[in-house]
């Protein structure tokens, strides 16, 4: 019997066991700290709360919900206004320099009433996801034709239309000849028409005369199609921080009425409200005390049977919870306190400074998003119809800028006037000390105080550093001092002379030549540039393709290149080498330059990476020759002339064929 009975509880005290085992294996998929529980605060268990967050949608708003928050809201209002109307009222830079381009595009903006279009078009792209600027373009066609540029003659109006009232027609694709429109940039799966449903009528327009505003893109994963091809109403992402930024200043004012509450204790009450007329009676008497204390400021109570007190309510906390929401609908909508709610910047030392650049950062985001593209449509467009007209002699090379959001203070730019002056008076004495130890001469310093309205020293003195060109070519020098028969004959203009001492040439200071080099690269694209890369005395060449001789690196300077990045872009392109510094020799003009080649900036060029090899396409057989050998052969022009005068610079005189 006692042998039954150790079986039995061995038995059942395995059973136990693996019943433990089963249940701490299942407990040990729910705790991940150790096996660590709080059952006061539900830590780790089942219940805990903090494991139960998911983040579930509200879903889309109609359109006719946000028109009445931006309504009836003023902080909704506000949120979408204010960035819009900061982007367009500091006004552009063109970076024209033309006086009367510059009055010409002025009074076509103003024409045009831009500033208040753009500011519109931003907001309603702000408040409904997107918005559609039509152009009104006189050009004989059609607004549901693809815009003619070739005929252009006037833009006649602009028109904004909203996002909820625009309908994308995407049942086809972009496919008439891009070359007729002026096609900017891509427009895979962009439709061709928009329909406008306005109340004044349904029409349909050609994208090529709609300026688009986006704001933000969606993912294809989105389930918001509405807003997929536009972009994202503002209210959908602080649809939660306005909830609760209203909710907490909406609560607090009921708080204040709640604060002190009244307290009226009656004798028997109990039992009066039981009798048929008990609640009239308690009525009667609450409304009796509170006109008495309304019209005597007084209350009249009886001593045995009634008490009256008044019950505060601490509002501690309140405003902490009030500047949280705050905090949160500025940190979503980008726009500090100071202009969303009128506020000082609080704390100590506070400024706002940082919050004002966040906030300027943030619009000019929304300039180069919304602005800069349309704005140089439009530009294009209007400069087109004023060459036509005569309004200006040509279309001018621009760039699409924005005159700086922040502003500084008039003690401010004193400070930083004061800044300045400090700093002119260390060049200033830096400059007395080169000239005090013959390092500089004083004209030296009247010249480049004269060419700029800002020098430094280092640039003074890099201009009259002696430039080892021969040793760079290899080529031999005699020691004789000597200058050159050019040099003798310009005695008008000593900084031109060109000095042979030792095996060192003083080259001609050719800077203030170049200064102008970004500017005119720029401005216009009928400029050309060219590279004498030189190694080991020998200097690159290739066979032009179109059979007009030989010739080094070279070509037409592109819109919006400066003279070096055009020289390294055609090194790269047609000798597969990448330029590392590049000297400048020289300027040659209309004037110089034969008939039907344009003027030209030319450079020398000794570092390079890579191995010279031509591209096939407009050279072909890259190889290293010496000058004695190119000057007996059938030379490009302008690659002779910038050989020429490479020679000149040398002092070698002649030995050239005339080019």
């Given at each position: 019997?006692?042998?039954?009975t150790n079986?039995?509880?061995?038995?059942?005290?395995?059973?136990?066991?693996?019943?433990?085992?089963k249940s701490?294996?299942?407990?040990?998929?729910?705790?991940?700290?150790?096996?660590y529980q709080?059952?006061?605060?539900?830590y780790n268990?089942?219940?805990?709360?903090?494991?139960?967050?998911?983040?579930?949608?509200?879903?889309?708003?109609?359109?006719?919900?946000?028109?009445?928050?931006?309504?009836?809201?003023g902080l909704?209002?506000?949120?979408?206004?204010?960035?819009?109307?900061?982007?367009?009222?500091?006004?552009?830079?063109?970076?024209?320099?033309?006086?009367?381009?510059?009055?010409?595009?002025?009074?076509?903006?103003?024409?045009?009433?831009?500033?208040?279009?753009?500011?519109?078009?931003?907001?309603?792209?702000?408040?409904?996801?997107g918005?559609?600027?039509?152009?009104?373009?006189?050009?004989?066609?059609?607004?549901?034709?693809?815009?003619?540029?070739?005929?252009?003659?006037?833009?006649?109006?602009?028109?904004?239309?909203?996002?909820?009232?625009?309908?994308?027609?995407?049942?086809?694709?972009?496919?008439?000849?891009?070359?007729?429109?002026?096609r900017?940039?891509?427009?895979?799966?962009?439709?061709?028409?928009y329909?406008?449903?306005?109340?004044?009528?349904?029409?349909?327009?050609?994208?090529?005369?709609?300026?688009?505003?986006?704001?933000?893109?969606?993912?294809?994963t989105?389930?918001?199609?509405?807003?997929?091809?536009?972009?994202i109403?503002?209210?959908?992402?602080?649809?939660h921080?306005?909830?609760?930024?209203v909710?907490?200043?909406s609560?607090?004012?009921?708080?204040?009425?709640r604060?002190?509450?009244?307290?009226?204790?009656?004798?028997?009450?109990s039992?009066?409200?039981?009798?048929?007329?008990?609640?009239?009676?308690?009525?009667?008497?609450?409304?009796?005390?509170?006109?008495?204390?309304?019209?005597?400021?007084?209350?009249?109570?009886?001593?045995?049977?009634?008490?009256?007190?008044?019950?505060?309510?601490?509002?501690?906390?309140?405003?902490?919870?009030?500047?949280?929401?705050?905090?949160m609908?500025s940190?979503?909508?980008?726009?500090?306190?100071?202009?969303?709610?009128?506020?000082?910047?609080?704390?100590?030392?506070?400024?706002?400074?940082?919050?004002?650049?966040?906030?300027?950062?943030?619009?000019?985001?929304i300039?180069?998003?919304?602005?800069?593209?349309?704005?140089r449509?439009?530009l294009d467009?209007?400069?087109?119809?004023?060459?036509?007209?005569?309004?200006?002699?040509?279309?001018?090379?621009?760039?699409?800028?924005?005159?700086?959001?922040?502003?500084?203070?008039?003690a401010?730019q004193?400070?930083?006037?004061?800044i300045?002056?400090?700093?002119?008076?260390?060049?200033?004495?830096?400059?007395q000390?080169?000239?005090?130890m013959?390092?500089?001469?004083?004209?030296?310093?009247?010249?480049?105080?004269?060419?700029?309205?800002?020098f430094?020293v280092?640039d003074?003195?890099?201009?009259?550093?002696?430039?080892?060109?021969?040793?760079?070519?290899?080529?031999d020098?005699?020691?004789?001092?000597?200058?050159?028969?050019?040099?003798?004959?310009?005695?008008?203009?000593?900084?031109?002379?060109?000095?042979?001492i030792?095996?060192?040439i003083?080259?001609?200071?050719?800077?203030?030549?170049?200064r102008?080099?970004?500017?005119?690269?720029?401005?216009t694209?009928?400029?050309?540039?060219?590279?004498?890369?030189?190694?080991?005395?020998e200097?690159?060449?290739g066979?032009?393709?179109?059979?007009?001789?030989?010739?080094?690196?070279?070509?037409?300077?592109?819109?919006?290149?400066?003279?070096?990045?055009a020289a390294?872009?055609?090194?790269?392109?047609?000798?597969?080498?990448?330029?590392?510094?590049?000297i400048?020799?020289?300027?040659?003009?209309?004037s110089?330059?034969?008939?039907?080649?344009?003027p030209?900036?030319?450079?020398?060029?000794?570092?390079?990476?890579?191995?010279?090899?031509?591209?096939?396409?407009?050279?072909?057989?890259?190889?290293?020759?010496?000058?004695?050998?190119?000057?007996?052969?059938?030379?490009?022009?302008p690659?002779?002339?910038?050989?020429?005068e490479?020679?000149?610079?040398?002092?070698?005189?002649?030995?050239?064929?005339?080019?």
């Open positions: 019997m006692k042998n039954e079986d039995y509880v061995q038995e059942e005290n395995g059973r136990r066991i693996l019943q433990m085992k701490e294996g299942q407990e040990q998929k729910r705790n991940y700290d150790g096996g709080n059952v006061l605060t539900r268990t089942k219940n805990d709360s903090s494991t139960a967050y998911t983040y579930s949608a509200e879903g889309p708003v109609s359109d006719l919900e946000l028109t009445e928050q931006y309504m009836e809201n909704f209002a506000t949120i979408i206004d204010e960035p819009a109307e900061e982007a367009v009222k500091h006004g552009y830079d063109f970076s024209l320099n033309d006086t009367d381009v510059e009055e010409f595009i002025s009074d076509e903006l103003d024409r045009l009433d831009w500033e208040d279009k753009a500011a519109t078009a931003i907001k309603w792209a702000r408040l409904y996801g918005a559609v600027i039509v152009m009104l373009v006189d050009d004989g066609c059609d607004i549901d034709e693809p815009l003619d540029w070739d005929c252009v003659e006037a833009v006649e109006e602009l028109r904004v239309y909203e996002r909820a009232i625009v309908e994308p027609d995407q049942t086809s694709l972009y496919s008439y000849n891009p070359e007729k429109v002026r900017r940039g891509s427009k895979f799966q962009e439709p061709d028409f329909w406008i449903n306005s109340q004044y009528g349904r029409f349909r327009v050609h994208e090529s005369r709609c300026l688009i505003f986006r704001n933000g893109k969606l993912p294809e989105g389930f918001y199609s509405v807003y997929q091809f536009f972009g109403p503002e209210h959908l992402r602080i649809q921080a306005l909830r609760e930024t909710l907490s200043h609560f607090s004012v009921r708080m204040l009425e604060c002190v509450q009244a307290v009226h204790k009656m004798k028997n009450l039992n009066m409200l039981l009798t048929p007329d008990g609640e009239d009676k308690v009525l009667k008497r609450m409304e009796l005390i509170d006109l008495a204390r309304s019209i005597l400021s007084s209350i009249v109570i009886d001593s045995e049977g009634e008490e009256y007190d008044f019950k505060s309510m601490p509002l501690a906390g309140v405003k902490d919870i009030i500047d949280s929401t705050c905090n609908l940190a979503v909508t980008h726009i500090p306190q100071t202009i969303l709610f009128g506020r000082s910047p609080a704390g100590e030392n506070s400024t706002g400074e940082s919050d004002m650049e966040n906030y300027y950062n943030y619009v000019g985001k300039q180069k998003m919304m602005l800069k593209k349309n704005l449509v439009l467009l209007v400069f087109e119809c004023g060459r036509k007209n005569g309004d200006i002699k040509e279309v001018p090379a621009y760039k699409v800028g924005f005159v700086p959001l922040w502003s500084l203070s008039e401010e004193a400070n930083v006037d004061a300045k002056a400090t700093t002119e008076q260390t060049k200033a004495a830096t400059a000390i080169y000239v005090d013959g390092a500089l001469d004083v004209s030296e310093v009247r010249n480049g105080l004269k060419g700029s309205e800002e430094t280092n003074l003195i890099n201009e009259e550093d002696d430039l080892d060109i021969a040793g760079l070519l290899g080529i020098i005699p020691g004789e001092e000597t200058v050159t028969e050019q040099a003798q004959n310009n005695s008008e203009n000593a900084s031109d002379k060109q000095t042979t030792g095996d060192k003083k080259a001609p200071s050719t800077r203030n030549a170049t102008g080099l970004h500017k005119d690269g720029d401005s694209g009928n400029k050309g540039v060219g590279v004498i890369v030189v190694n080991g005395g200097f690159l060449v066979d032009r393709l179109d059979g007009l001789g030989i010739c080094g690196p070279g070509g037409h300077i592109e819109p919006g290149e400066t003279p070096e990045e390294v872009r055609e090194a790269m392109e047609e000798f597969s080498i990448g330029l590392q510094e590049l400048p020799i020289g300027y040659i003009d209309e110089v330059m034969p008939e039907g080649f344009c030209a900036y030319f450079y020398l060029c000794t570092e390079y990476n890579g191995t010279a090899a031509s591209d096939g396409e407009e050279i072909s057989s890259a190889r290293f020759e010496s000058m004695q050998e190119l000057m007996e052969k059938d030379l490009f022009p690659f002779r002339l910038s050989l020429e490479l020679i000149k610079t040398l002092n070698m005189g002649g030995g050239c064929r005339d080019g």
